[in-house]
C-alpha cells in the first residue's frame, strides 16, 4: 500500500522531469542560455527527490507496514491508508509528502512550499508565490527573476539538508 504510493509519487515526479527534458531542455540550442539553465536546475532538483523516493522504496522493501519507518536519525518515513510523509526533523523540519491520487508531492518547511504535479509546479516563500508551467519555455522565461529565487530555496532544502541523509541512509549514489 505504501509502496504503491511511494512509486504513485516518484511517477508524478519523473512525469515532470520527462515533460522538462522534451519541451525545454532537448531545445537548448535554440532558446536563450538563461532559460535552458534554470529548467536544468528544476531537473537536477528534480532528479534528487526522484533519488530519495526510488531510496525510500528500496529501504522499505515489500513489507507493509502501518507504523512509522525510521530511515535515519531524525528522518522518517510516517506512512498513512492512502498517503505518505517523509520527515527531517532536525536542523528544522522538512516534510516530503503524498496523498494517493492527487497527483501532487508536496515540499515543506516553515517559511517554503513547493507542490509538484506532473505539469506544473508551484513555489511558495513566505509572500512570494509563482506558478511555473513546466511546459513552456516562454512561461520560465517571463518568471526567470523569481523562479531562481526559489528554487535556491528549493535547491538548499533538497541538496544540503535530505540528500546528504538520503545518501547515507538509503545507500544513493549520485
Known amino acids: 500500500m505504501v509502496k504503491d504510493t ?3 509519487a516518484r511517477n508524478v515526479v519523473r512525469s515532470a522531469m520527462e515533460l522538462i527534458d522534451k ?12 532559460i535552458v539553465s534554470v529548467a ?3 531537473y537536477e532538483i528534480l532528479s534528487f527527490i526522484d533519488a530519495i523516493l526510488g531510496g525510500t522504496i528500496d529501504r522499505i522493501g515489500e513489507k507493509d507496514t502501518g507504523k512509522i519507518v525510521s530511515i ?6 510516517a ?22 491520487g492527487e497527483g501532487k508531492l508536496y515540499v515543506k518547511t516553515k517559511n517554503f512550499r513547493a507542490i ?5 509546479m508551484e513555489l511558495t516563500k513566505l509572500s512570494l508565490k509563482i506558478n511555473v508551467d513546466l511546459r513552456s519555455a516562454e512561461d520560465i ?11 535556491r530555496s528549493l535547491g538548499r532544502i533538497v541538496e544540503y539538508q535530505l540528500l546528504p541523509v538520503a545518501e547515507k541512509r538509503l545507500g544513493l549514489k549520485l
Open 6 to 8: 511511494l512509486l504513485e
Open 23 to 34: 519541451r525545454i531542455l532537448s531545445r537548448s540550442t535554440e532558446l536563450k542560455i538563461r
Open 40 to 42: 536544468s536546475r528544476i
Open 72 to 77: 535515519g536519525t531524525y528522518f522518517y518515513l
Open 79 to 100: 506512512p498513512y491508508k492512502d498517503s505518505f510523509t517523509l520527515i527531517r526533523s532536525k536542523p528544522y523540519t522538512i516534510t516530503i509528502s503524498y496523498k494517493k
Open 116 to 120: 509538484i504535479t506532473p505539469t506544473t
Open 141 to 151: 522565461s517571463k518568471k526567470l527573476p523569481e523562479i531562481k529565487y526559489l528554487l
